[in-house]
């Protein structure tokens, strides 16, 4: 019995190494792709210029931090990336998905997006964002947790800081350092 039990603890442990080679194998194979694009989060329109945000939900709890903002609102996204920080610049997708302000004591967001590219060498391809947004923090890290076409089983993080804000409109501009292994 002992004997078998020993045998039995020798093939696992030999499974594992297996498997943690070819984990190893698999990931030394992957690429780093770096993508730096900006987001305009677009609450308040003015012409020429559509709303790229809708309100889906309202809470009823006031944020402490923002008398004016509840735990619970909740809003669908279709924003346009850019290439650069002015909304004329060249577009590169739609950051497509929704954010819900999901702390009661804190301006943070449940951010779930798909940066979806329509132009350039990505053009086709997705990649899925699933994150905590701390908006007053001048760097925020977005995981990604997936991906389609060319990010097909993408996984990495994108930096995200406000290169602009206008709080009257609350319209905002976003620059995102994505770093996408594949």
């Given at each position: 019995m002992a004997k078998n039990q020993r045998t039995n603890q020798l093939l696992l442990a030999f499974a594992y190494l297996a498997?943690?080679?070819?984990?190893?194998?698999?990931?030394?194979?992957?690429t780093t792709?770096?993508?730096r694009f900006y987001m305009h989060d677009i609450v308040t329109p003015s012409?020429?210029?559509?709303?790229?945000?809708?309100p889906v939900a309202r809470g009823t709890t006031p944020l402490p931090v923002a008398p004016n903002v509840n735990f619970g609102n909740?809003?669908?996204?279709d924003d346009p990336l850019t290439e650069g920080p002015d909304a004329a610049s060249p577009a590169v997708g739609r950051a497509q998905g929704f954010y819900m302000f999901a702390s009661r004591t804190e301006l943070a967001l449940?951010?779930?997006?798909?940066?979806?590219?329509?132009?350039?060498?990505?053009?086709?391809?997705?990649?899925?964002?699933?994150?905590?947004d701390l908006?007053?923090?001048?760097?925020r890290e977005l995981p990604v947790v997936g991906g389609t076409g060319a990010f097909r089983g993408a996984a990495g993080y994108g930096l995200l800081r406000t290169h602009a804000h206008n709080t009257t409109t609350h319209n905002a501009v976003l620059l995102i350092d994505m770093y996408i292994k594949v």
């Open positions: 498997l943690a080679g070819v984990v190893g194998v698999a990931d030394a194979k992957r792709t770096h993508l012409p020429g210029s559509p709303a790229t945000v809708a909740m809003f669908a996204v449940l951010l779930t997006v798909n940066m979806v590219f329509t132009a350039g060498p990505h053009n086709g391809s997705t990649v899925a964002v699933l994150a905590r908006i007053p923090a001048d760097v």
